[in-house]
């Protein structure tokens, strides 16, 4: 069946240091690919999303390629700040469908 | 736009008793999700209503559990009788399109039950 598979966490960065969060997934057709960001006390929130091969997702600073090649969707951004730190969460729904398949998550601790 | 709206935030309950967790999703939204968060299982998809209907429901652990959408506008998720090991957090979440889209979360409701 469809899975994703996340990094494992905690990562901890100093500010301004570069961020690459892995997410590999396995899935039939062309899913679309999501990123969610969790922050403490509250609901997943979209920070981007990519809905076919070479799509590239952005949103402050974040950025994700859909790489059909390689089944991946790797979450990145250049510099990193202490209000980043969160837990990430990447996804995927099969085309055309309802149901979201999410990572297990990643928490993302940034260090001023 | 004020989102997903759940109540209560926090619902600390004894073993056995009801408990109802109540969701007012986005307006205009015609997709309903309720998910359970816990640390050992990840986020899972308990139940999907599309413009009210229940439209897979196979992700309810138990006949302890039930779901109404009884408006466009309101939603609940009950359990009878709780048990400690329902304690986790309950996120609903809200869809336009069929729910082949975005889905917007609320905060959450945090359920203890001792």
């Known amino acids: 069946g469809d899975s994703v598979t996340q990094m494992e966490g905690p990562v901890t960065l100093s500010e301004e240091a570069f961020l690459t969060i892995n997410c590999t997934y396995t899935a039939t057709g062309y899913p679309s690919l999501f990123w969610y960001v969790q922050y403490p006390g509250e609901g997943l929130q979209l920070l981007l999303k990519a809905t076919k091969a070479d799509d590239k997702g952005s949103n402050k600073g974040f950025e994700a390629t859909y790489r059909k090649e390689t089944t991946s969707f790797h979450l990145e951004k250049g510099s990193v700040q202490v209000s980043d730190s969160a837990v990430y969460f990447c996804a995927l729904s099969p085309s055309g469908t309802y149901k979201y398949i999410f990572g297990t998550g990643t928490r993302l601790k940034v260090l001023a | 736009d004020a989102g997903v709206i759940q109540s209560p935030r926090h619902e600390v309950t004894e073993m056995g008793q009801e408990v109802t967790l109540r969701c007012k999703p986005i307006?205009?939204?015609?997709?309903l999700f309720w998910y359970r968060q816990t640390m050992m299982r990840g986020l899972e998809l308990l139940i999907y209503?599309?413009?009210?209907?229940?439209?897979?429901d196979s992700g309810m652990p138990e006949d302890r559990f039930s779901a109404k959408m009884p408006n466009a506008s309101f939603s609940t998720l009950k359990i009878q009788p709780s048990e400690p090991r329902d304690s986790a957090v309950y996120f609903c979440a809200s869809s336009p399109a069929g729910g082949v889209d975005e889905q917007y979360f609320g905060p959450g409701t945090r359920l203890t039950v001792t």
């Open positions: 307006s205009g939204h015609n997709s």
């Open positions: 209503f599309n413009n009210n209907v229940p439209i897979d």
